[in-house]
């Protein structure tokens, strides 16, 4: 019996939902991993940061996380979205210059569903957990997934190439009429790790 398009697609959420709403686990570079999925909820879309980290609770389990992306579900048409979270994989070598593995440099972990003039928008705060002046930056995502801009700076960038960056990124905001600056309270936090038992 053949099925209509409407419930074919429905179908498909559903099984998207259900696979996104698990925590998966595994090993890679020879350590047990752990993906943790949280969620929001932002105007009409579910979206669900996933990211794969050592399954201990340990105070360095964040600098061996080794994925980490976005799904965007538009609960009303149906459509998602996977986009891959903006750190990058680096070599990491092991206390004897051995390759331990290919951790992320950096992750996001706040963020914030934003009203603009128009359209919601998806804010995520990304950090490398330095000290530094381009450890720490914020992206603008639409509902559909689209970055739209970033306030990102890079070492061994110029001072005026830092400046037309950050003028640049706050020429988007006002063209998206999003608040700048936003309060840094609208940001929730994300989880990265596996809870603990006491937790649980």
């Given at each position: 019996m053949k099925t209509d398009p409407f419930t074919e697609r429905c179908i498909v959420v559903f099984i998207l939902v259900i696979s996104f709403s698990r925590v998966f686990s595994g090993t890679v570079n020879g350590k047990e991993r752990f993906a943790n999925v949280d969620e929001?909820?932002?105007?009409?879309?579910?979206?669900?940061?996933?990211?794969?980290?050592?399954?201990?609770n340990r105070p360095g389990s964040v600098f061996e996380?080794?994925?980490?992306?976005?799904?965007?579900l538009n609960r009303k048409t149906g459509a998602s979205t996977k986009v891959d979270c903006s750190g990058?994989?680096?070599?990491?070598?092991?206390?004897?210059?051995?390759?331990?593995?290919?951790?992320?440099?950096?992750?996001?972990?706040?963020?914030?569903c934003v009203k603009g003039g128009i359209e919601w928008y998806l804010l995520v705060r990304y950090t490398t957990f330095g000290t530094c002046e381009d450890c720490e930056w914020t992206e603008i995502y639409s509902l559909k997934g689209y970055r739209l801009a970033a306030d990102r700076t890079h070492h061994g960038q110029t001072g005026t190439e830092r400046d037309r960056l950050i003028v640049e990124f706050r020429k988007a905001c006002s063209h998206l009429g999003l608040p700048a600056p936003w309060p840094r309270d609208a940001f929730k936090r994300i989880r990265l790790l596996k809870p603990s038992k006491t937790t649980e």
């Open positions: 929001m909820e932002c105007s009409d879309t579910v979206i669900k940061v996933s990211t794969e980290c050592p399954s201990g996380c080794t994925r980490q992306d976005l799904v965007f990058e994989p680096v070599r990491d070598p092991g206390p004897g210059g051995e390759l331990s593995g290919n951790y992320l440099d950096a992750l996001a972990v706040s963020w914030a």
